[in-house]
């Protein structure tokens, strides 16, 4: 699982799972022009390609001779002990991956996250995985950019989790479906304010009929929700 918010000239790529960089160099996206990363949990399917990412932007840093865009390129996850390990990875390559472009990280809480002056983003803790000692490993997003709001649900135990960040209302949801039904995600955002739903991180139930889950939420959502694909792009 993985998308990216392309605004003010930069990247916000928001997990990283496997071959993201492939599909948004694919998809024309300047990964020199990446300036945040945000883990919203340490599953592999959202981190399992967070090491190739960074190594790609590396590549096409030596192979195009060209700049990292951003100032430095900021990463936040809810786990070192996985981020040490994506690192040292990358130590194993060439050149220890030294002198390639500041990276710097970050530990994720409840609250804000950051604040870029264009993009603010706030994590709100959920229970996708078990909390220990008080100590959560799995945050969903609100990021307000450009005078909208979008919340993005990472993996939820329960889609009530989602109720403080999407507060009064929001112009966009990224709801997964991996672990929740259409039709249950549909009794608890027709209660909600929100503009438009977009169903990722298919689980299985809907990446066997695609067809029929589309046909499903037409009937439900109307034109109020979509279901994504690879490589799908959407202008807000």
Not at 168 to 195: F, M, N, P, R, W
Not at 205 to 210: A, Q, S, T, V, Y
Request: a negative charge; hydrophobic letters at 40%; glycine letters at 10%.
């Amino acid at each position: 699982m993985s998308w990216v918010l392309e605004t003010g000239g930069f990247l916000y790529f928001f997990d990283a799972g496997e071959g993201c960089s492939k599909a948004a160099h694919l998809l024309g996206l300047d990964l020199l022009a990446t300036k945040q990363i945000v883990i919203s949990h340490p599953h592999m399917d959202h981190v399992g390609g967070l090491a190739n990412l960074l190594w790609t932007i590396r590549k096409l840093m030596k192979r195009y001779h060209r700049p990292f865009v951003a100032p430095c390129l900021e990463v936040s996850v809810s786990a070192f002990d996985t981020w040490n390990g994506v690192m040292q990875i990358l130590r194993n390559t060439e050149d220890n991956f030294e002198n390639s472009y500041p990276i710097v990280s970050h530990g994720i809480a409840a609250g804000l996250l950051f604040d870029d002056g264009t993009v603010r983003v706030t994590a709100y803790p959920n229970t996708h995985i078990k909390p220990e000692n008080g100590v959560f490993r799995s945050f969903s997003f609100l990021i307000e950019c450009e005078g909208k709001r979008l919340v993005y649900s990472g993996d939820i135990k329960s889609y009530s989790e989602l109720d403080s960040a999407i507060g009064e209302g929001c112009d966009v949801l990224i709801g997964e479906t991996g672990h929740h039904k259409i039709d249950d995600v549909y009794a608890y955002t027709s209660q909600k304010q929100i503009g438009k739903v977009f169903f990722s991180h298919h689980g299985r139930e809907i990446l066997n009929d695609p067809i029929g889950a589309g046909q499903r939420v037409k009937e439900l959502f109307g034109n109020g929700a979509v279901l994504c694909h690879d490589g799908m792009t959407v202008t807000l």
